[in-house]
């Protein structure tokens, strides 16, 4: 019996970035045997301010333009009320910048938009046991929705990861591994362990489910601008999670003829990790990877990102533009927004010292929206 007609939902296949070869979800594959990325084989979506499912108060409320079926309702037992989140101005003064707070989520970043999707699919694909590795806030979201619905869950972080950081990780029931070495080792042993039978890996650079949790980002902003698309977003990115979402989300709003235009996508990179600027500006369709240095913009301190491919394209598509977070005002860029009414940890301060550069420039952006993905109590 086909898993299917286990729990009677439509089941998507993943297909190859590369090579184009398809897979079926409930394999638990992560990657194509060419080593292509792997995306989502999709339906075409039917999508309008009309069929919103207005008494849904979480990203689910957007259930017709996310990949699960309408007689499905296991997402109803993950779901913590994620999303929803204020768009409010940075600054009365300047009503053309609007800022998203994305910290306001159940584990305090825009990463539970992702996580709540992914591990519904991943219960409704039958895992009983996952593995991520992250230090960060994917680690801490996905452990929290994962425990919730009783799956398994192990996460992998270097040794140098904060105790504090895993003390959250494991208040919400998961096995926390701790991986001598760098980064890359940690990713390695998540791998090997993501390559046991009946394993879920549950990764939000590698799993395409999770961006279709973090499209939710921009339906919200055309709910909440009633049927309007700002003209530029300014979104930090490292390994893509929220600026692809995005990207996804704008993209299907444009086929289905509800915006005119896509907006901008600028991204944000730090000055001290910016393989992706690097790339853009020589005009390559490839990332590679750089040396990284230290930065407080950790969250989008990647030194090869994996779908850097697709974060081009999504540049270019819009007409966007990469800008750099000078290091020594991430800082001030934090007490100025805390000043302002929102307290944020440094990876979202920093796509707002960017920002402050590149907009004495370039007024003529329109109306932007900046997303305060993490809390600060995060990071402090
Ligand atoms: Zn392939």
């Not at 919103?52 to 007689?71: A, G, Q, T």
């Not at 961006?211 to 698309?229: A, F, N, S």
């Not at 779908?307 to 934090?334: C, M, N, S, Y």
């Amino acid at each position: 019996m086909s898993i299917k007609n286990i729990i009677g939902v439509e089941i998507m296949d993943y297909v190859c970035n590369e090579c184009k070869r398809k897979y079926a979800p409930y394999e638990f594959p992560y990657i194509c045997k060419c080593g292509g990325m792997l995306n989502l084989d999709k339906a075409n979506t039917l999508f309008s301010i009309n069929n919103i499912i207005k008494d849904e108060w979480s990203i689910f409320r957007y259930l017709k333009v996310l990949p699960f079926h309408m007689k499905s309702n296991l997402w109803q037992s993950v779901t913590m009320g994620e999303g929803l989140t204020s768009l409010v101005a940075l600054d009365r003064k300047d009503p053309n910048i609007l800022v998203k707070m994305d910290y306001m989520m159940p584990t305090l970043s825009f990463k539970d938009r992702g996580a709540a999707v992914l591990i519904a699919k991943a219960k409704e694909f039958g895992a009983k046991k996952l593995v991520q590795d992250s230090s960060g806030n994917a680690g801490n979201s996905v452990a929290a929705y994962a425990n919730r619905v009783g799956i398994d869950c192990h996460i992998y972080v270097p040794e140098d990861t904060s105790p504090k950081k895993i003390t959250m990780i494991q208040s919400h029931g998961a096995n926390v591994h701790i991986i001598p070495g760098t980064r890359a080792d940690t990713a390695k042993a998540a791998l090997n362990a993501a390559n046991e039978d009946g394993v879920f890996y549950a990764s939000h650079v590698y799993n395409p489910y999770f961006y279709e949790g973090t499209k939710t980002y921009v339906y919200e902003i055309y709910e909440q601008l009633q049927g309007e698309m700002v003209d530029t977003l300014i979104i930090p990115v490292g390994n893509g999670t929220l600026l692809l979402g995005a990207y996804y989300g704008i993209k299907e709003l444009y086929e289905l003829g509800l915006i005119e235009k896509l907006p901008r996508i600028i991204g944000v990179q730090s000055e001290n990790c910016s393989p992706i600027y690097k790339a853009f500006k020589e005009g390559k369709t490839q990332v590679e990877e750089i040396v990284a240095r230290k930065t407080q913009a950790e969250g989008i301190a990647i030194a090869l990102p994996k779908r850097g491919d697709q974060i081009l394209e999504a540049i270019r598509e819009t007409d966007g533009d990469v800008i750099l977070a000078p290091e020594d005002k991430i800082l001030d860029a934090q007490r100025d927004l805390a000043r302002k009414g929102f307290y944020v940890e440094t990876t979202t301060a920093s796509t707002f010292a960017a920002f402050n550069k590149f907009y004495k420039n370039h007024k003529s952006l329109g109306k932007v929206i900046l997303p305060l993905t993490g809390a600060g109590l995060k990071s402090s």
